[in-house]
């Protein structure tokens, strides 16, 4: 097989595909390398530098000489066409020695940014360093941290077109084999077209019929390791800056990796706050609307008087009210993530300050409304996994149509609907409301409640094999 000319077929004579024949005697020596996506430099002064100090050498000694004495640790013998054409668009530079002895040389390009503080998911205390779109140096900064030969790694190149790199890592004595080979079998049956983020592999993962998730997603490296000591699974795809942790329960979205590098009773209240205000993110716009609507009594006589007031130039029911604002706020949100960060601040000022003040004085809306939508908002803000921010959004607008239709008894209806849908998910056979239903005590000393660092003995029964964490 003529492997320059095969290339060249299939690329379709593409315009970064660089080819360069050298000849030493009887020898011939093609070289190929695409030059977007490796690195010139190194190709210079490694490979075509080296083989310029090559005397008359017959095949068979060119092929020893130059896997021998390239300097790179990263060369390999490259036995058919696949693997040629694999290595060649992960950025390695080919060598062709007389079109029959195949080596292949590692020469990537750095087209990733450095690592960074974290974004999205802030800290006060701990580090500040957060995962980037490079796998190495995600794997990295992982080993970095946990550095047991019992950290595992598998890998998997996913996607027909863009053999995307996914490694799955987890603490061989620590995580459930059979959880382990759950993941690995579902990573296997994967097929599809391409994987460029992480957040692709979420629908094949997602275990449960809630619209809470069963898994998150973190740039936080510290938070990845600590879910690794608890006997969960961390997924790394290549060009992704956020890392998959599973299995993950409903009380894992009101930790966060701070929450062991603080005091006990500070990060007690913490927690407690962000219980109360995903209630109040929930329950408040539905609570209110049932008032208005269908249970006035409920108020003290003064309180409802001052409502009444507020909504007498309102020319829509509460429910279409609450709905429109819900919505003019997610336009709004929406609006100040994707546009520019220079004009973010204008925007938000603009649609808070400007709009609201301009409906109230319009009587469109009361002021009322405003209040409740926008602490209902806010206090679903308190919650930083984007996922589990969209299942409020979506209990919320569900609470909301129950109330409007029946009052408070919709309001009952909605809670018990919730409670069963949660308490009925499973998650990797585990219940999802887990260490609450079924009640564990010995787990709720890092539930809503957390106790020092030094008298956690035990890790998450229902994760790890290894139930001891230190003593």
């Known amino acids: 097989m003529n492997y320059v000319k095969k290339i060249k077929e299939e690329s379709q004579n593409a315009d970064d595909y660089i080819y360069k024949t050298i ?34 050498l017959n095949s068979k000694n060119l092929l020893d000489f130059l896997y021998n004495y390239l300097p790179t640790t990263s060369i390999s013998i490259i036995e058919n066409y696949k693997t040629l054409k694999q290595k060649l668009l992960n950025g390695y530079t080919i060598l062709i020695i007389n079109n029959k002895d195949i080596l292949g040389i590692e020469t990537r390009r750095n087209l990733t940014r450095g690592v960074a503080e974290a974004e999205y998911e802030k800290t006060i205390v701990g580090s500040k360093d957060a995962f980037i779109e490079h796998y190495n140096t995600n794997l990295g900064l992982i080993r970095r941290r946990i550095k047991d030969t019992n950290l595992r790694l598998k890998t998997y190149e996913l996607g027909r077109y863009t053999k995307t790199k996914v490694a799955i890592l987890y603490i061989n004595n620590i995580a459930k084999p059979d959880l382990i080979e759950k993941v690995n079998k579902k990573l296997e049956n994967i097929n599809i077209d391409g994987i460029l983020d992480s957040n692709y592999l979420k629908q094949y993962l997602n275990e449960t019929n809630s619209l809470f998730p069963s898994l998150k997603t973190t740039e936080r490296p510290d938070l990845a390791c600590e879910s690794l000591l608890e006997g969960k699974i961390i997924i790394i795809v290549d060009n992704s800056p956020e890392v998959i942790i599973l299995p993950t329960f409903f009380i894992d979205f009101f930790h966060t ?57 309102v020319p829509f029911p509460a429910f279409v009210e609450a709905i429109m604002m819900i919505i003019i706020f997610e336009v709004l949100r929406e609006s100040d993530i994707r546009i520019p960060s220079t004009m973010g601040n204008a925007v938000s000022i603009l649609g808070g300050l400007v709009l609201g003040e301009a409906a109230v004085n319009a009587g469109i809306v009361s002021p009322i409304m405003i209040i409740v939508i926008a602490i209902s908002a806010i206090s679903g803000l308190l919650i930083q996994n984007i996922d589990a921010i969209n299942s409020i959004r979506w209990y919320r607008f569900i609470l909301i149509i129950l109330s409007s239709i029946f009052g408070y008894y919709g309001l009952y209806l909605g809670i018990i609907l919730i409670l069963t849908n949660l308490t009925d998910t499973k998650n990797q056979e585990d219940n999802y409301l887990y260490p609450f239903v079924p009640i564990n005590l010995e787990e709720q000393k890092d539930g809503f409640l957390k106790i020092t660092n030094k008298k956690l003995k035990k890790r998450n029964s229902v994760l790890s094999n290894n139930k001891v964490r230190g003593k």
């Open 23 to 56: 000849k030493l005697d009887n020898n011939i020596i093609e070289i190929i390398n695409i030059e977007t996506i490796t690195s010139s430099s190194d190709i210079n002064n490694f490979i075509l530098k080296r083989i310029s100090y090559l005397n008359t």
């Open 257 to 313: 990796s701070d929450d062991y590098y603080q005091k006990s009773f500070n990060i007690t209240f913490i927690r407690i706050i962000r219980l109360l205000a995903f209630l109040i993110s929930i329950f408040l716009p539905a609570i209110y609307v049932s008032i208005t609507t269908h249970n006035p009594d409920s108020l003290p006589i003064n309180l409802l008087l001052s409502f009444k007031s507020q909504r007498l130039t």
